[in-house]
């Protein structure tokens, strides 16, 4: 079965030669959105795409680049779809998301006072894969970010890492390639300075070489020209790209 991803975009919460980090999954009859940042609709826009396209977003965590677009998001299904889209989250982030990041602008009296008026919310437990999709199976690993705020990575069809922003966990990524099976990873990517929220190019470059060739580099600043050619065997992926997985 084929399977598809394509970037909507490739950069970090600040990049502004690059849209968001989210990505485009698709099987043959079936587009999962992972995270839905600030310029998510324009992204998709640049796609010749509209969330109607969508058929679930999942959620990695509460940053405006992975959530910022998903009022935008609601609104467009509530008012211009048939049926509601499926909202796959973590099931630690269902009452934040909504408390501390949606309520404000989606809350309408007697129409819109949760979650469910707007989405079919399907909460994921970490370790636990669901079948999304007849060629998308998703599980979740709870991965560092910022504490007291949780992050969630994703293993895809058992051969496939997508992480969310997180710092160098070279342990993970070992276990993920030795024990599971894992063979394409795609990797948050801090080009300078220090991991402290994020992994630094310099960490993934003391990876084993067997395991840097299995990575390719996302979520990056505008500075990402200035690297090309030092990544060693990891290449960058490109937003706007169609990847065959
Ligand atoms: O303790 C903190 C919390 C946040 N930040 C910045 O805010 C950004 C939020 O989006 P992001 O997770 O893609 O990247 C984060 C960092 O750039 C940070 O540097 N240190
Ligand atoms: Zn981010
Ligand atoms: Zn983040």
């Known amino acids: 079965m ?14 502004k030669n690059y849209f968001n980090n989210n990505a485009l999954l698709q099987d043959e009859a079936f587009t999962l959105l992972i995270d839905c940042g600030i310029t998510a609709s324009l992204a998709l826009h640049e796609m010749g795409k509209t969330f109607r396209d ?24 509530q008012y211009n779809c048939e049926t509601k889209r499926v909202l796959y989250l973590p099931e630690t ?7 501390q990041t949606l309520m404000g602008g989606l809350y309408q009296e007697g129409v819109v006072g ?31 970010h910022i ?7 994703i293993v895809l069809n058992e051969d496939t890492f997508y992480s969310a922003d997180m710092t160098f966990r070279p342990d993970l990524l070992l276990k993920l390639v030795q024990e599971r099976g894992v063979r394409r990873i795609f990797h948050d990517c801090q080009l300078t300075g220090q991991g402290v929220v994020h992994t ?10 067997e395991v840097r060739r299995m990575i390719k580099l996302m979520h990056y600043g505008d500075d990402k020209p200035d690297f090309e050619g030092k990544t060693g065997e990891m290449e960058f992926l490109q937003q706007q790209l169609t990847y065959e997985l």
């Open 54 to 77: 969508i058929d679930a977003v999942l959620i990695t965590h509460i940053h405006a680049d992975h959530v910022g677009g998903l009022e935008e998001f609601a609104l467009f299904t």
């Open 147 to 153: 504490p007291g705020k949780d992050s969630y990575s």
């Open 114 to 144: 949760s979650l469910e008026d707007i989405f079919e919310v399907r909460l994921l437990t970490p370790g636990v894969p669901v079948q999304v999709s007849p060629g998308i199976r998703v599980e979740l690993i709870k991965t560092p």
């Open 200 to 209: 630094t190019l310099k960490e993934l470059l003391s990876l084993p070489e």
């Open 2 to 15: 084929s399977l598809r991803l394509q970037m909507l975009g490739t950069g970090n919460s600040f990049a």
């Open 93 to 99: 982030l269902a009452v934040p998301l909504w408390n």
